[in-house]
C-alpha cells in the first residue's frame, strides 16, 4: 500500500468540486490558468501557407503556419480565413487548416490583416 507521501508525488489536484478541472502545472483553476498565456509562439515573423493532401484521402488542405497569436486570436483568425474561402477547417496545436485547395486566397487575406506571408511548398 503506498503512503501519502508517495501519492502527493504524483502530481496534486487534478479536479475540485468549487472550481472545476486544475491546470497540473501552476495547480490553478483552469479558467484563471497562468501557464497557457505565457505561451504565445515566438516565430520569424513570417506566415507559412502550403496546401497538403498527405493523409487525407487526396482531399486538399490548405494549411497556415507560424502565425505568433494566442489561441483566442488564432482562433478568431482561423474563423475569418475559413469564411472568406466559404469553407470549413480547424485550427490545432497553432495550425490552421481550411479545406479545399484555397492558398491564393488565404493569403490574400492575410496580407489585407498586415501579415508578412510566403508560400511554402511547391
Known amino acids: 500500500m503506498k503512503s501519502l507521501r508517495d501519492l502527493a508525488g504524483l502530481g496534486g ?3 475540485s468540486t468549487d472550481h472545476g478541472r486544475m491546470c497540473p502545472d501552476c495547480r490553478q483553476p ?6 497557457k498565456a505565457a505561451s504565445v509562439p515566438a516565430g520569424d515573423g513570417i506566415v507559412r501557407v502550403s496546401r497538403e493532401t498527405k493523409g487525407r484521402g487526396g482531399k486538399a ?7 505568433a497569436l494566442d489561441a483566442d486570436a488564432l482562433a478568431g ?3 475569418q480565413l475559413k469564411a472568406a474561402c466559404g469553407s ?3 485550427v490545432k496545436e497553432g495550425v490552421i ?15 489585407k490583416l498586415g501579415h508578412q506571408v510566403k ?4
Open 30 to 35: 483552469q479558467a484563471q490558468c497562468v501557464c
Open 13 to 15: 489536484l487534478v479536479y
Open 77 to 79: 483568425l482561423g474563423k
Open 119 to 122: 508560400r511554402a511548398g511547391g
Open 97 to 111: 487548416e481550411v479545406q479545399g485547395d484555397h492558398v491564393e486566397r488565404v493569403m490574400e487575406a492575410l496580407k
Open 61 to 67: 488542405v490548405t494549411v497556415v503556419k507560424g502565425v
Open 88 to 90: 470549413g477547417g480547424t
